[in-house]
């Protein structure tokens, strides 16, 4: 089996192929569908006590109360005062640049009066609890921790509340350090879909929370699905993707390891480069051939890149762009010389990299915009995570007396032409004029 798919634009067989490469199945596990479904009524119906019994079984931590599984703040400030240096560093770096650049997503409350004194308006306010969601164990991301915490409280969130497994009590302490560089409020050691069951509906311990974010296993995601319309959520991810838009000018090698900066994800993860150059997509090939086996998780790029990981050559930059915005991928690199003129072109991708030093992976970490972002496709219609989704909107209307004469007969005319006579009235009683319909 070849290590990646070899496509190309000009085969008559090319959409269709590149349907079948593009296909994910997004359907349910019924197992984990019931299991879930079991749980969030659990924890619904008997709270902590739930919340205990959950954790006992699927963590293997043992405590007396939910108040015990509460990871206190001093902990927190232990594990950033000995983390290594150059991680806090790291961190601290990564989440000052997270926080400069979501300060410019903040949106403020306006209003604007029209001549006969009416003033309408929108006002912002922030939620007032969010649940972020943290996996623990082996798959442990505190740029995650950042991703969402720090655009949180830069929307003005007052508590944000942290749940992470702690698998046989062991605590990550990077996560831990990461809470205390974001701005978490509160942590407590648990996991899974009892977790996200919590944050939705409260126990007599953990507040319930407005809207939950963070990525978790396929327990965690059916969770958040199920609770959506309690509580809000950020999205339903999928599989992890690149796309590489490349006109032959970025070195092999650096985009081969753009690749494989995705395809390690998982086995279902996709990672794609079009390029009108078929040279250039021999020369890929060759890097990809040459460095897979001295990567750690070589098992894991060869499953992903072999199924669904392609290098398409195409007739032309304007036929990839072409092609970016039907697959909309999570990650687009447009790695070539004037990568500008071809953003332009884009529109359907949830984060645009653009020119040859602009690897996906420093946008996954460090460059500031948010690395939460849509997938399979969802990008056609949905955003990044960003402070836009930690605050609300509310309408004002504030009507003058003369604004009631002109919108009230408007209203009254409308409300009648639906039969609903209550409504005429309301806006009827405001009149002044004599000529109101009784």
């Known amino acids: 089996m070849p290590s990646i798919n070899r496509l190309d634009t000009a085969d008559p067989g090319f959409k269709p192929d590149l349907r079948r490469l593009l296909a994910y199945d997004a359907s349910l596990d019924e197992s984990i569908e019931r299991a879930t479904a079991e749980i969030l009524d659990r924890v619904r119906r008997e709270g902590d006590s739930a919340l205990l019994d959950y954790t006992r079984r699927f963590d293997r931590v043992q405590a007396d109360s939910v108040a015990a599984l509460e990871i206190e703040r001093k902990k927190w400030l232990a594990a950033l005062d000995t983390l ?103 942590v407590w050691g648990i996991g899974g879909a009892q977790a996200v069951g919590a944050l939705a509906y409260g126990t007599r311990s953990i507040s319930p929370v407005d809207k939950i974010v963070g990525p978790g296993n396929a327990y965690v995601a059916a969770a958040k699905r199920r609770v959506f319309g309690t509580v809000g959520i950020d999205m339903i991810a999928g599989p992890s993707e690149i796309l590489v838009i490349c006109d032959g000018s970025t070195p092999a090698d650096w985009v081969a390891m753009d690749l494989f900066s995705q395809a390690e994800h998982d086995e279902m993860a996709q990672a794609i480069l079009l390029c009108p150059d078929a040279a250039y997509l021999e020369a890929v090939q060759q890097s990809i051939d040459r460095m897979l086996p001295t990567m750690a998780r070589s098992g894991i790029l060869r499953a992903s890149l072999s199924n669904r990981g392609a290098l398409i050559k195409v007739r032309s930059l304007e036929e990839a762009c072409e092609i970016a915005n039907e ?55 949905s955003s990044p995570l960003g402070v836009y989704d930690f605050q609300k909107r509310s309408s004002l209307i504030q009507v003058s007396r003369a604004g009631a004469q002109t919108l009230g007969r408007i209203a009254s005319a409308l409300a009648r032409s639906e039969g609903l006579q209550a409504h005429a009235a309301s806006a009827e009683y405001r009149l002044e004029s004599t000529d109101t319909q009784a």
Not at 114 to 132: A, F, S
Not at 359 to 378: K, Q
């Open 84 to 186: 290594p240096k150059e991680q806090r560093v790291a961190l601290e770096a990564a989440a000052e640049r997270i926080r400069r650049y979501h300060e410019h997503q903040v949106a403020q409350s306006w209003s604007y009066t029209e001549d006969d004194g009416t003033v309408l308006g929108q006002k912002i306010t922030p939620l007032d609890r969010v649940g972020l969601y943290v996996p623990g164990g082996k798959a442990a991301y505190p740029s995650s921790v950042l991703m969402n915490a720090v655009p949180a409280k830069v929307a003005g969130v007052p508590e944000v509340i942290m749940v992470t497994p702690t698998p046989d009590g062991v605590r990550n302490p990077t996560v831990l350090a990461a809470a205390a560089i974001g701005g978490v409020d509160r």
């Open 327 to 381: 697959i909309a991928p999570e990650h687009l690199e447009i790695s070539t010389a004037d990568p500008e003129r071809w953003a332009g072109l884009i529109r359907h991708a949830g984060a645009i990299f653009l020119g040859s030093y602009t690897s996906e992976s420093l946008g996954d970490y460090c460059a500031g915009p948010n690395h939460v972002l849509p997938t399979a496709r969802t990008a056609r219609f």
